[in-house]
């Protein structure tokens, strides 16, 4: 059973090569990765130069395809590390038919390798895994490692959007965006009865989440110059 999906899970990952970007991995710190040239040139991989949104752990898809079919003007690029979850999320796309959503299959620590500086106007981090264990803060994706990233890709004006579902995670990225400089709007935490949840967009976990009656927690984070 396991060698059959393996081998149908192959073969769907190539059946979705115009949606999934194949990249070379290497050392993961950008300073050890000084050739610029593995940067991606969005106009290539979009054939326009429309305004570039980068969601770190897209699940399945459901939120990026349907932000990509509300907004057409705009170009989504989509991360997720388990080939076993993308699949879904770019044969999602294909359904759709949508031209403005691409994906990559790496992890986050990675992706200093490829987006350029100023290249990105928004960022979404929906239901991260919260890494609980503080030996692992360096892998969230609120903690400064990450928020530098964020910083050097982002355009002047641009925003960070987050959801969780867990409090102490939430706490953490509230003072992490602080101490690195950020500045924070639309803080809620109760997002699906708040002022801020009219054009929300679910996951597919927060779909399930929210059917237990459980808070969602949501903010915006602006870096500032």
Known sequence: MRLRH????????????????????????????????????????????????????????????????????????????????????????????????????????????????????????????PFPKNSYRNHRLTSERFLNFYRFVLKDGAVIRQKTDSPVFFEFSVGSYTQCGFTLKNITHDLHNSVYYKDNIKTEYEEKFASLGKPVYALEAFPNE
């Open 6 to 129: 393996k081998k149908n899970l192959e073969q769907r990952l190539k059946n979705c090569g115009e949606y999934l970007l194949t990249l070379e991995l290497g050392p993961i710190n950008a300073d050890e990765c000084p050739d610029r040239d593995l940067y991606l040139n969005f106009r290539d991989v979009f054939n326009n130069d429309n305004p570039v949104m980068l969601e770190i752990g897209c699940g399945k898809g459901r939120f990026i395809c349907e932000a990509a079919m509300r907004e057409p003007d705009k170009n989504f690029l989509a991360v997720e590390k388990a080939a076993g979850v993308i699949v879904n999320a770019c044969e999602r796309a294909r359904e759709y038919g949508l031209s403005n959503v691409r994906f990559i299959m790496m992890s986050a620590e990675y992706l200093y390798r490829y987006i350029p500086a100023a290249s990105i106007s928004g960022i979404y981090l929906n239901f991260s895994c």
